[in-house]
């Protein structure tokens, strides 16, 4: 992908392949995931098939990307939401369509042949099953952790939350701190809050963290979406990273700031001898940043004692 300029100085991108012509017309939504697909890429964060994005589209995503719908009789068969053998109703997803890329499919070709390596999926009205309306041209299913997703989103709707995107990375410096730390909150979030100030600000909540499990099993599912009830970013010990947002943006932006923090936490340890560095963000600080923004930090996760009587 090359980024450039336009004439008023907002950044465009060109995918350069013969097919630009084309795109002019895209649904903006469908843009904002194939550029999604292609920043991750461009972060190392997609090699092969690792990784998958899904998007919940609005009413107006859904007229603009109508016409490009195949016909009523040419859409594929209903199936259930389910894996492995276990079957979920959502009905807060009832109706619903989404952009999803696709089992197998690699990241990096979503920008430059989407209807080949994504998807969209309509719910049915009882939000327990759902069928292919476009894309995926060529056969195949969406991403194996379609259910993760869907039940991703469920869960952030229940909780108020417009979520609009479930974002899935194979972040390399997660996924290397993972192997040096226990798959534990608290230890998690203390360790990215104190690393670099953003992150407090980024996620107040802290960071919500999964062990070990199979990918694309029911037990991840029932884990990512009980954490997901109320953080945004999940880390998947040994895996990467699972994060939500209301926008494209947000998602990325989460992912992104765990992933650099994680980076940036590597490389003091290793340069203080593979101890704690000796200097990094306290509470009081923690706090203090989250006054002056207005954040409800997650008080569970600092040393400091104001909570020193539960
Ligand atoms: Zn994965």
Redesign the pocket.
């Known amino acids: 992908m090359d980024a450039d300029a336009n004439a008023s100085g907002a950044r465009v991108f060109a995918y350069g392949t013969a097919a630009d012509e084309a795109r002019e017309g895209l649904p903006a939504c469908l843009a904002g995931f194939m550029r999604l697909c292609a920043d991750g890429f461009a972060q190392g964060w997609h090699e092969a098939n690792?990784?998958?994005l899904s998007y919940r589209m609005t009413p107006r995503d859904v007229d603009d990307f109508a016409p490009a719908f195949l016909p009523e009789g040419a859409r594929g068969p209903w199936r259930p939401i389910a894996t492995r053998g276990v079957t979920y109703a959502l009905p807060r997803l009832a109706g619903s369509h989404l952009i999803v890329t696709g089992s197998g499919r690699f990241l990096r070709n979503v920008p430059t042949d989407p209807s080949a390596n994504a998807g969209v999926i309509q719910i049915d009205p009882a939000g327990a099953a759902w069928r292919l309306v476009w894309g995926l041209v060529g056969g195949g299913s969406p991403s194996s952790?379609l259910v993760t997703h869907l039940r991703g989103y469920d869960a952030r709707l229940a909780a108020g939350d417009d979520c609009r995107v479930v974002y899935?990375a194979?972040c390399p410096n997660v996924v290397a701190l993972s192997t040096l730390i226990r798959p534990d909150a608290r230890t998690w979030t203390r360790m990215l809050w104190r690393s670099m100030t953003e992150c407090v600000i980024v996620f107040p909540e802290g960071l919500g963290v999964a062990p070990w499990m199979v990918?694309g099993s029911p037990e991840l599912a029932d884990a990512t979406r009980d954490l997901l009830r109320t953080h945004r970013v999940v880390v998947?010990s040994l895996?990467?990273i699972i994060a939500v947002g209301t926008s494209f943006d947000e998602a990325f932006g989460a992912v992104h700031t765990v992933e650099k923090t994680a980076g940036l936490y590597l490389a003091a340890r290793a340069a203080n001898g593979g101890a704690e560095p000796p200097r990094m963000v306290t509470d009081a600080q923690l706090r203090a940043v989250c006054d002056r923004y207005a954040l409800t930090i997650n008080e569970d996760m600092l040393d400091d004692g104001r909570l020193a009587t539960r």
């Open positions: 690792g990784g998958n952790e899935h194979h990918p998947w895996h990467g």
